[in-house]
């Protein structure tokens, strides 16, 4: 099972980042009330935000992903492993 999320931040730290952990972060449920008084916003004045409530449920929604379906329904077994060739990435 790999998480998208820390997938992520190890790309950022290997680039020479911060770690996105490290980070001020904000309530999911606060991101969803400013996002809807920006879409008010929009509505009222025509200016448009990239804060929608669509770009918050994608932000904050958990994804990762697994290819056990793939391995056991296509007998699919990978060339390299994911841990493997990431770190060649």
Known sequence: KVKLWDTIDQAGLGMGGISLHQKMKVPGPLLMVISYILQLIT???GMHFRLTPFTVTMLIIHRWFRIDAA???LDYTPIIEFKDG????
């Open 86 to 89: 990431w770190k060649d990435t």
């Open 71 to 73: 391995r056991k329904d």
């Open 43 to 45: 509505m009222v004045t």
